[in-house]
């Protein structure tokens, strides 16, 4: 069974979404726009919001960490100064798990490595994302496995075989997984999102629940993916597409956040049990539309009914028409009048 609990929150085929914000850097490193982004994610319906967690200097070679990073989006002359200025250290967590505890929503991050996996520990988050990046760092995973939390992997640039590796790296540790079909485009085009893996997934690990990392312009994708059996949605949150920053642009604004929250909600609705059957608000227009038989013109007593004795008008209160061949060749008791209905108990053997 496919059963996934975050912080008190239950996922699974017959939920709602869980909707992701990811805040990522498009706080610029701000406490204050961060709670400000936490706030409207809130507001907008969302489960949870996520930050990114790097040990910086470990995380990357001197050479990278040093090398000049001088473009528009840049908050550093080097790259490491850059990513520097965009990190959260302990007290601005404290301060922003606090504030999402507060206005009631969940709040986790992706450790990029094992020093941010500690650090996220000591912070008691309800849950680990694992980036595409990390899917084949089977170290990473085993480390981040042993916490015990949920753990959400996305999956972009993988293949099949690079995905069970993982799988099969985390279960036997820690059976609490979500596999995120993920494309490792920023932003990603409709056709390079190959939706139909979320099918695949669902069948080569059955007892796992999956999603999808979109990063696409738009929310439409979403719930495409949601009748495919994705129950985990991670997309890209801002609250103006025009700040300073590499994600920013393929970022749903709240407006877009909100109306995604709400197709995703009504997709569940939609899908129903599969079970077709009348519903009670059916009933008076198939009342209205559908047809019974009745007399084509005035017949007398007696008469055998052939087919042009019989027609098909609204309202559908008498019989339907596939009674007409149960009909045709039988002899009336009494007389009627053209669009008077036919019924069986005015009807004898001819």
């Not at 239950?10 to 992701?20: H, L």
């Not at 696409?216 to 920053?245: D, Y």
């Amino acid at each position: 069974m496919r059963d996934l609990v975050i912080d008190g929150t239950r996922i699974g085929d017959g939920t709602d979404a869980y909707v992701i914000a990811e805040l990522a850097q498009n706080h610029q490193g701000d406490v204050q726009k961060a709670k400000d982004l936490i706030k409207a994610a809130k507001e907008c319906g969302a489960n949870a919001v996520k930050l990114q967690k790097r040990h910086n200097r470990s995380l990357y070679t001197k050479a990278l960490y040093y090398s000049a990073y001088d473009n528009e989006n840049s908050f550093g002359a080097t790259y490491g100064e850059h990513r520097e200025a965009l990190e959260f250290e302990k007290p601005e967590y404290v301060e922003l798990i606090a504030y999402a505890r507060q206005v009631g929503i969940t709040l986790f991050a992706t450790a990029w490595d094992i020093k941010s996996t500690d650090f996220l520990q000591s912070l008691n988050v309800p849950a680990y994302k694992v980036a595409s990046g990390d899917l084949v760092n089977t170290p990473l995973l085993k480390h981040i496995a042993k916490v015990g939390k949920p753990m959400i992997v996305s999956s972009g640039g993988a293949t099949l075989d690079d995905v069970r590796r993982a799988h099969d790296t985390i279960m036997p540790i820690n059976p609490q997984l979500c596999i995120l079909q993920c494309t490792a485009s920023y932003p990603v085009e409709p056709g390079d999102m190959n939706l139909r893996v979320i099918a695949s997934y669902r069948e080569a690990f059955p007892e796992v629940v999956v999603g999808l990392s979109d990063h696409q312009n738009g929310i439409s994708m979403s719930v495409a993916a949601f009748v495919l059996g994705s129950r985990v949605f991670e997309k890209h949150f801002t609250l103006n597409r025009s700040w300073k920053g590499t994600d920013h642009s393929f970022s749903l604004e709240p407006i877009g956040l909100k109306k995604m929250v709400r197709d995703l909600q009504r997709a569940r609705l939609a899908l129903g049990d599969g079970i077709k059957r009348p519903l009670e608000m059916e009933v008076k227009p198939i009342l209205k539309m559908r047809k019974k038989l009745v007399a084509a013109r005035n017949l007398r007593a007696g008469h055998v009914l052939r087919r042009a004795d019989v027609t098909m008008k609204s309202p559908g209160d008498g019989l339907p028409p596939y009674e007409l061949d149960r009909v045709l060749g039988r002899c009336l008791k009494k007389p009627l009048k053209a669009d008077d209905a036919i019924s069986f108990d005015i009807l004898k053997k001819a």
